[in-house]
């Protein structure tokens, strides 16, 4: 049962980081903390944090205590037999339930990701009081745009993973303290977003390189990937293809238009910045690329692992990518007891450089994705030949090395589809989980979003409740269908 039980959000963050006694009243003062009210005016301290909003965004969704494995592995793109980051708990088979309880052994994954999107969010709201209020900061345009594009993706990323979001800003909580469906929230969080957008348009700055490591990023480049994160964030809410055909198309495709045409990757220096996601998604002994996807680029392979084999061939494929981004192996790691089906072939191996130099460049949003949100609104609003172009002008070409599609929207379709399954599969947080989610993919019992973690319900308090198998609304909160 879903609540909207009345919550004081920052209430509920003193309690999650363990306050035996918390109080309702945001007016009260912190006898921890007897000058906050100073430390909220002082324009280095806040300009320091300010520089840290996109690191810990990113260190939070790139984390093994956040959902984005168990996404993976409930997508079918990932597979993996280990207990691990409930990755194998999540994508078992029949799906059941997600265990939604605080003493459940893998409960970190929802409860930690929950906690630090709040608690960056909490963050990037000082920033803006502080930019209200007319704190004179050394850079105040970059710190704005910085401070309102943070609210606008962690109310964002909330919304797309759980099926309600507490909503505030520096003015304080919204909506009188009650939840908002996602939909609501993403509404919300665009709205911030072009926000952001103005502020950068309208300014010129330089971010400190130290900000985004490996990176110059001024305010036209800020721009234009605040309007590539709009164009993910609108088409990757849906939860079904009912809502995926609702999406305001005409809105994607004007983000995309202005959007990257230089990857987002951060340089890594494995202390500060660092991806945990993409060393365990490839690292060998760990997870394994699911032969959904191989059967992708080589229809002769089982799409699902065949229970009286241990060893297939290797795969052959047109698309060049097979051998350049793709190891075959020739053994199993993975428990048979656990099920076979986790079995797999293929490792990911594009990011080979990345977990044996650990300093190299994490790619984060790159350019064909944005240029799939492209294609994907030419498509929905009936232009498929402009669909097609960008498709066969993008790594479909240039680097898979495939023939060009034809116009026809059951190709078109097809073609982004696979693009975003074999050319950036394990780049951003969710971003297989929420492809396979608005297309009716996902297996039939897998949860379409998180429930609010066990300890947060018990802390407000509100009843328990959780997705998957056969919890919460079908087709709204549990997939009742899939591609197998």
């Given at each position: 049962m879903k609540t909207?039980?009345?919550?004081?959000?920052?209430?509920?963050?003193?309690?999650?980081?363990?306050?035996?006694?918390?109080?309702?009243?945001?007016?009260?003062?912190?006898?921890?903390?007897?000058?906050?009210?100073?430390?909220?005016?002082?324009?280095?301290?806040?300009?320091?944090?300010?520089?840290?909003?996109?690191?810990?965004?990113?260190?939070?969704?790139?984390?093994?205590?956040?959902?984005?494995?168990?996404?993976a592995t409930m997508s079918d793109v990932l597979t993996c037999s280990w207990g691990n980051f409930g990755m194998r708990d999540t994508s078992s088979e029949p799906r059941v339930a997600f265990n939604n309880q605080g003493s459940y052994g893998n409960a970190v994954i929802n409860e930690s990701f929950f906690n630090s999107m709040y608690s960056i969010l909490s963050d990037a709201n000082t920033i803006m009081y502080a930019v209200n209020a007319g704190v004179e900061f050394e850079n105040p345009e970059a710190v704005a745009a910085l401070g309102r594009f943070t609210q606008a993706i962690i109310v964002g990323y909330l919304a797309m993973t759980y099926d309600q979001v507490w909503l505030s800003d520096e003015n304080g909580v919204l909506n009188e303290g009650e939840s908002v469906g996602y939909k609501e929230a993403m509404d919300y969080a665009i709205g911030k977003l072009d926000e952001a957008i103005a502020i950068a348009n309208q300014s010129s700055f330089t971010l400190?390189?130290?900000?985004?490591?490996?990176?110059?990023?001024?305010?036209?480049?800020?721009?234009?990937?605040?309007?590539?994160?709009?164009?993910?964030?609108?088409?990757?809410?849906a939860r079904n293809s009912t809502e995926r055909d609702a999406t305001d198309w005409e809105k994607v495709l004007e983000y995309a238009n202005n959007g990257i045409t230089v990857d987002f990757a951060p340089l890594a220096d494995d202390v500060v910045w660092y991806d945990?996601?993409?060393?365990?998604?490839?690292?060998?002994?760990?997870?394994?690329?699911?032969?959904?996807?191989?059967?992708l680029m080589d229809p002769s392979t089982p799409a699902y692992w065949p229970e009286d084999a241990t060893v297939l061939p290797e795969s052959t494929s047109a698309d060049a990518r097979l051998t350049t981004d793709f190891e075959y192996l020739s053994s199993q790691d993975f428990n048979a007891a656990r099920g076979t089906y986790h079995y797999s072939s293929y490792r990911y191996?594009?990011?080979?450089?990345?977990?044996?130099?650990?300093?190299?460049?994490?790619?984060?949003?790159?350019?064909?994705?944005?240029?799939?949100?492209?294609?994907?609104?030419?498509?929905?609003?009936?232009?498929?030949?402009?669909?097609?172009?960008?498709?066969?002008?993008?790594?479909?070409?240039?680097?898979?090395?495939?023939?060009?599609?034809?116009?026809?929207?059951?190709?078109?379709?097809?073609?982004?589809?696979?693009?975003?399954?074999?050319?950036?599969?394990?780049?951003?947080?969710?971003?297989?989980?929420?492809?396979m989610r608005k297309e009716?993919?996902?297996?039939?019992?897998?949860?379409?979003?998180?429930?609010?973690?066990?300890?947060?319900?018990?802390?407000?308090?509100?009843?328990?409740y959780t997705f998957g198998g056969t919890s919460g609304e079908p087709g709204v909160d549990y997939s009742t269908g899939g591609w197998r």
């Amino acid at each position: 049962m879903k609540t909207n039980k009345i919550l004081v959000l920052f209430s509920l963050m003193a309690f999650l980081i363990g306050c035996d006694d918390f109080d309702t009243n945001l007016d009260v003062g912190n006898p921890e903390n007897p000058n906050d009210e100073i430390l909220a005016t002082d324009p280095v301290a806040l300009e320091s944090t300010a520089g840290t909003l996109i690191n810990n965004w990113f260190q939070t969704t790139h984390s093994y205590d956040s959902p984005v494995f168990a996404m993976a592995t409930m997508s079918d793109v990932l597979t993996c037999s280990w207990g691990n980051f409930g990755m194998r708990d999540t994508s078992s088979e029949p799906r059941v339930a997600f265990n939604n309880q605080g003493s459940y052994g893998n409960a970190v994954i929802n409860e930690s990701f929950f906690n630090s999107m709040y608690s960056i969010l909490s963050d990037a709201n000082t920033i803006m009081y502080a930019v209200n209020a007319g704190v004179e900061f050394e850079n105040p345009e970059a710190v704005a745009a910085l401070g309102r594009f943070t609210q606008a993706i962690i109310v964002g990323y909330l919304a797309m993973t759980y099926d309600q979001v507490w909503l505030s800003d520096e003015n304080g909580v919204l909506n009188e303290g009650e939840s908002v469906g996602y939909k609501e929230a993403m509404d919300y969080a665009i709205g911030k977003l072009d926000e952001a957008i103005a502020i950068a348009n309208q300014s010129s700055f330089t971010l400190p390189e130290t900000w985004v490591p490996g990176m110059t990023i001024d305010n036209y480049y800020l721009a234009s990937l605040m309007n590539s994160f709009g164009a993910r964030m609108l088409t990757m809410n849906a939860r079904n293809s009912t809502e995926r055909d609702a999406t305001d198309w005409e809105k994607v495709l004007e983000y995309a238009n202005n959007g990257i045409t230089v990857d987002f990757a951060p340089l890594a220096d494995d202390v500060v910045w660092y991806d945990l996601y993409k060393t365990y998604a490839v690292y060998t002994g760990w997870a394994r690329v699911d032969m959904y996807v191989i059967n992708l680029m080589d229809p002769s392979t089982p799409a699902y692992w065949p229970e009286d084999a241990t060893v297939l061939p290797e795969s052959t494929s047109a698309d060049a990518r097979l051998t350049t981004d793709f190891e075959y192996l020739s053994s199993q790691d993975f428990n048979a007891a656990r099920g076979t089906y986790h079995y797999s072939s293929y490792r990911y191996s594009r990011y080979d450089d990345y977990i044996s130099q650990w300093t190299t460049p994490m790619q984060e949003f790159v350019v064909s994705e944005n240029d799939m949100y492209k294609a994907e609104a030419l498509l929905r609003l009936g232009r498929y030949e402009e669909a097609a172009e960008v498709i066969n002008s993008g790594t479909r070409s240039t680097r898979g090395q495939l023939p060009d599609i034809g116009n026809s929207p059951e190709e078109i379709a097809d073609a982004i589809h696979y693009e975003r399954l074999v050319e950036f599969p394990f780049t951003g947080y969710g971003l297989n989980f929420f492809e396979m989610r608005k297309e009716n993919l996902l297996q039939k019992g897998t949860m379409l979003h998180f429930p609010v973690p066990g300890t947060a319900l018990a802390a407000i308090p509100a009843e328990y409740y959780t997705f998957g198998g056969t919890s919460g609304e079908p087709g709204v909160d549990y997939s009742t269908g899939g591609w197998r």
